[in-house]
């Protein structure tokens, strides 16, 4: 059997990672198994679909690499379809139309509520109910599934494993409303039957859905797929993950200097395992994935961790690929490469130091503009025991080799000809140079800042210009 498994996002606002593994984990399976994976815009909310949504939908999966073989299919384009499985539904009494008011179905909730029972719809307008009926004037119908009185719905599901509902805890689902519009339910089953979806793996918060679905799918004489509900992702705090929850959009996580390979990593590994795996590629995640890994307990969103992946990925690309991926970073932060060092060595230089690659665009901007230090930071660095060793390393870096090897062992020279101990040259020479404490070793950083730069600075910071 040929693998097909689909990703519907509703395009009512950004996706954040809780959203974007419902697509991840269909794709890799797809993937794995040299199947098809389809993209499909569930669009019907008209109110609060914006197109803006819909193209971040697909600018996030682009990012991370999640390219579909079909699609996207857009609901809104299909509502000729859904009449017509409708029609066929009413003709072959699946389906009936309901004049229940709004006003009477609240009556009917309070009624079985003050008995203790559980709020259901009692199918007062089945054909077998209504017959004699004649419909109430100015009320519009919704459109209702037929769902069977008796038996049981049951699934192996990939993750949750076994589960049973008896058809007499479901009610009558609303499958199109007054106006006609197919609801969610009945336009996610005639789509999966069309396109053929052998494995729909989704979030655990459409379990419910899960047996409507089946019945309404058996109802169109198809077979239902392979259903995997994924376990839930909660914030660090244990709510649910969500916008109200603080959830991030993915693309914030691109302009935030997150590279794709990372945040596919740490998706991955929300609700699935390979062995002790922690760190690895999306060609490894590829080749590893099947559904058996996947755990029914819920996965916490851990930022930290998320960041610590980042960096590890960060240090895996070749100095090349670093630089490249980190010079619109350095653009957005207004920074002109042009007049400095290759961004290709300054990256090399930064990788082990930064865990982002916005940190490490800020962390570059010594290297491409003169840094304004503290003068407190300047205070404090700099004393009568330096001063003197400062000014002659001044003098003597307009004549040396201009290479990391010799600014180290000249700097380590004149500190012990003074008596003094590297660091205590190593740190006034990082203020006056870069206008920060915290540096990568001071002769490389020298090395790339270049020799008149970094007299320039020496000569401002020291007053000696």
Known sequence: MSVRTRFAPSPTGFLHLGNIRSALFPWAYARHRRGTFILRIEDTDAERSTPEATQAIVDAMHWLGLDYDEGPYYQMQRMDRYRAVLDDLL?????????????????????????????????????????????????????????????????????????????????????????????????????????????????????????????????????????AHLPTVLT???????????????????????????????????????????????????????????????????????????HEHLKRL??????????????????????????????????????????????????????????AMLAEQINDANRPVLGELHNEFATIDWARATLGSTIKAAAARHKLKPPQLMMPLRALVAGTLKTPAIDAVLELVGREATRARMARGLDFE
């Open 236 to 310: 660090p705090t244990g709510e649910r993950l969500s916008k109200r929850h603080g959830a991030r959009g993915v693309l914030q996580y691109r302009d935030e200097g997150y590279v794709p390979e990372a945040v596919v990593n740490y998706l991955a590994r929300l609700g699935w395992a390979h062995g002790d795996a922690e760190v690895f590629d999306v060609d490894e995640f590829v080749a590893w994935f099947d559904l058996a890994g996947l755990t029914p307990s819920p996965a916490r969103f851990d930022p930290e961790k998320l960041k610590w992946l980042n």
């Open 91 to 227: 003709a072959r009494g699946l389906a009936y139309r309901c004049y229940t008011t709004p006003e009477e179905l609240d009556e009917l909730r309070a009624e079985q509520m003050a008995r203790g029972e559980k709020p259901r719809y009692d199918g007062r307008w089945r054909p077998e109910n209504a017959q004699g009926k004649t419909p109430p004037e100015g009320v519009t119908p919704v459109y209702r599934f037929r769902n069977p009185d008796d038996g049981v719905v049951a699934w192996d599901d990939a993750v949750k494993g076994r589960i049973e509902i008896a058809n007499r805890e479901l009610d009558d689902l609303v499958i199109a409303r007054a106006d006609g519009t197919p609801t969610y339910n009945f336009c996610v089953v005639v789509d999966d039957v069309d396109m053929r979806i052998t494995h729909v793996i989704r979030g655990d918060d459409h379990v419910n859905n899960t047996p409507r679905q089946i019945n309404i799918m058996r109802a169109l004489a198809a077979t239902p797929p392979v259903y």
């Open 318 to 375: 070749d100095d090349g690929e670093l630089g490249r991926r980190l010079q619109p970073f350095l653009a957005r932060a207004g920074l002109d490469v042009a007049g400095g060092p290759g961004v290709e060595r300054v990256a090399a230089l930064l990788r082990d130091r930064a865990a982002t690659l916005a940190e490490m665009a800020d962390a570059a901007r010594y290297f491409y503009e003169a840094p304004a230090p503290d003068p």
